[in-house]
């Protein structure tokens, strides 16, 4: 079992049930400036965000009901790894071989940004997969 300061945990609110999925909005406090896991986490650096998680079907939930949201920080970090790290490493890998090919800045840094275009198609093809590799806990 996972002791809590291996937990990051979110406030949020219930704004649509299906079946299978709960949507929540995340409410970012102030409180997120001083988390220790703010950096793995990501909500802190807005005011809102809509978290679509998988529906325990042991628990009733309402719209408008008041949730905490819990996940491992491992995987909090591996989602910052998915979402910020891998992308910033592509960009840059792709950058620098353009410019050592002699390539124009310009049309370099333009090559750049379309690499990451197969990549997030890739992410968003595979997202029901990575959805099975996130465990969110709600209570």
Do not use: W
């Not at 990051?8 to 219930?14: A, K, N, R």
């Not at 992410?123 to 959805?131: A, I, Q, S, T, W």
């Amino acid at each position: 079992m996972t002791n809590e300061s291996n937990i990051i945990s979110h406030e949020g609110i219930v704004t649509k049930i299906t079946d299978d999925e709960l949507e929540i909005k995340i409410l970012a406090q102030s409180a997120c400036a001083a988390c220790h896991a703010k950096s793995a986490c990501g909500i802190g650096e807005q005011a809102e965000k809509i978290l679509t998680v998988p529906r325990p079907k042991d628990k009733d939930f309402a719209i408008m009901q008041k949730v905490n949201v819990r996940m491992a920080i491992g995987q909090g970090n591996k989602a910052a790894v998915l979402a910020y790290l891998i992308p910033i490493i592509l960009l840059l890998a792709v950058l620098f071989v353009c410019l050592g090919l002699g390539i124009s800045e310009g049309i370099s840094a333009l090559l750049s940004v379309v690499a990451l275009i197969p990549y997030y198609i890739i992410l968003y093809l595979r997202r029901d997969k990575l959805k099975q590799k996130f465990e969110y806990l709600i209570d």
